[in-house]
């Protein structure tokens, strides 16, 4: 396979994803969002790489976002929302945090490309179901040339991506020069 043969595949598979996504879902992902202004984060390997891109969006739309790696990270609780990402549905150390969170009283979404994973299905609140191929996975999805969880770290992204915009469109006063105006700048 040449490199147009490799693209053209990757945008032929994204396509697929975004024309099977569950747009109802996505809209009762994009009001969690708006209902929360404290939002807790986690995800792991390159999802949570995406999910932190995610994160900071968020911070610039003037949530107060926090990433649970981080040391200077807050206590969640009642009133929060914890975004956990969890492409096969059952990374361990993130179901356990999930857990946790749930028990102090913080509402659990997870966004995933296996909703029957044990998170999905026995922790999470609500769970937003990315139909694309991911490492691991079990349920039916948009299948993938590429290896391992390319295609959901990808798409991840790009709805996140998506999200935003949306968001910006639907909050009043919001826009990306506002956005901008927060982002970092001792760099």
């Known amino acids: 396979m040449d490199y147009k043969e490799k693209y053209e595949t990757m945008l032929k598979e994204y396509r697929q994803v975004f024309e099977t996504l569950d747009q109802n879902s996505m809209r009762e992902f994009i009001e969690l969002i708006k209902k929360h202004d404290r939002i807790f984060c986690i995800g792991v390997g390159r999802e949570g790489m995406m999910t932190r891109a995610f994160a900071m969006r ?55 490309g296996s909703p029957s994973g044990k998170t999905a299905k026995e922790v999470a609140d609500q769970v937003f179901f990315i139909p694309a191929c991911v490492y691991r996975g079990t349920d039916p999805v948009v299948p993938s040339f590429q290896p391992m969880g390319n295609l959901f770290e990808q798409c ?9 915009m949306t968001l910006v469109d639907e909050i009043p006063d919001l826009t990306f020069e506002k956005m901008s105006m927060r982002h970092r700048n001792v760099e």
């Open 58 to 112: 968020l911070m610039h739309m003037g949530k107060e976002v926090h990433w649970i790696w981080d040391d200077t990270t807050p206590h969640i609780g009642k009133g929060d929302l914890l975004i956990a990402t969890l492409g096969d549905g059952s990374i361990g150390h993130i179901d356990y945090v999930c857990r946790r969170a749930k028990e102090a009283g913080a509402y659990i979404c997870v966004v995933t």
């Open 156 to 164: 991840l992204l790009m709805v996140f991506d998506v999200i935003v």
